[in-house]
């Protein structure tokens, strides 16, 4: 089962403009972590944020949280051609094992 | 720099065979996960280990198993390849509640 759900599927922007991908989730969460796929590679994450934080920043990053609504959305400011890539987020369950559930993830293109 | 390594970028099998992909990490980690990827459907998760020689399933562990007889070695096995396993298989290590690294993945077609 897919905990995270990420929307849009796609996004394609110009350099410059800025990026706003939003994941929701089904169960209570201990974190939440966003993650970034170049082609045909392994995920690198980007960012972690707790359940019990609002808002977090890195570079040109920032993530927010719900809890409420169960959604958190990333943005990225000022993309740049490089930031093509596809994004993930992951839910970190509160209960039981140490697992990661990943969603289908957003396809980002930032043309020059 | 902390590492996850897979064996294989890329196999070719023949439907039948018994498959095995290797991971290895060198982070110490007790939790190490194996997902598959398949376009549209996002990382799905296979089998994960908690502990050297503890396992459990996850989303889809039909026609896989796995052995994790060390900590740092986790292995994925296809018991008699198909091809709907044909997909991207990747290998992720974490400690307790926090990020999880990621190996180059491994591109296996059976054919």
């Known amino acids: 089962s897919q905990q995270g759900e990420e929307d849009p599927q796609a996004l394609s922007i110009q350099e410059g403009e800025n990026a706003t991908m939003n994941c929701s989730y089904k169960?209570?969460?201990?974190?939440l972590q966003w993650y970034r796929q170049n082609s045909g590679r392994g995920l690198v994450h980007l960012i972690l944020i707790r359940s019990n934080e609002r808002e977090k920043h890195s570079g040109r990053l920032r993530v927010t949280l719900d809890t409420s609504k169960k959604s958190s959305s990333l943005l990225i400011t000022a993309s740049r051609a490089a930031d093509t890539a596809s994004y993930f987020c992951?839910?970190?369950?509160?209960?039981?094992?140490?697992?990661?559930?990943f969603g289908a993830g957003t396809r980002l293109a930032v043309h020059p | 720099d902390v590492k996850v390594t897979q064996s294989s970028r890329y196999l070719v099998k023949r439907t039948g065979e018994k498959v095995f992909l290797e991971c290895v990490q060198d982070m110490d980690h007790e939790n190490m996960f194996w997902y598959r990827q398949d376009p549209g459907l996002g990382l799905r998760l296979i089998y994960f280990?908690?502990?050297?020689?503890?396992?459990e399933k996850g989303d889809i562990p039909e026609g896989y198993s796995v052995s994790r007889e060390k900590k740092e070695r986790f292995s994925l096995i296809l018991e008699s390849a198909s091809t709907n396993q044909t997909s991207m298989y990747l290998c992720?290590?974490?400690?307790?509640?926090?990020?999880?690294?990621f190996g180059q993945g491994t591109r296996l077609t059976v054919v």
């Open positions: 992720a290590s974490r400690g307790l509640r926090t990020e999880a690294f």
């Open positions: 992951a839910t970190d369950g509160s209960g039981g094992y140490n697992k990661l559930i």
């Open positions: 280990s908690y502990d050297v020689k503890m396992k």
């Open positions: 169960t209570s969460i201990n974190n």
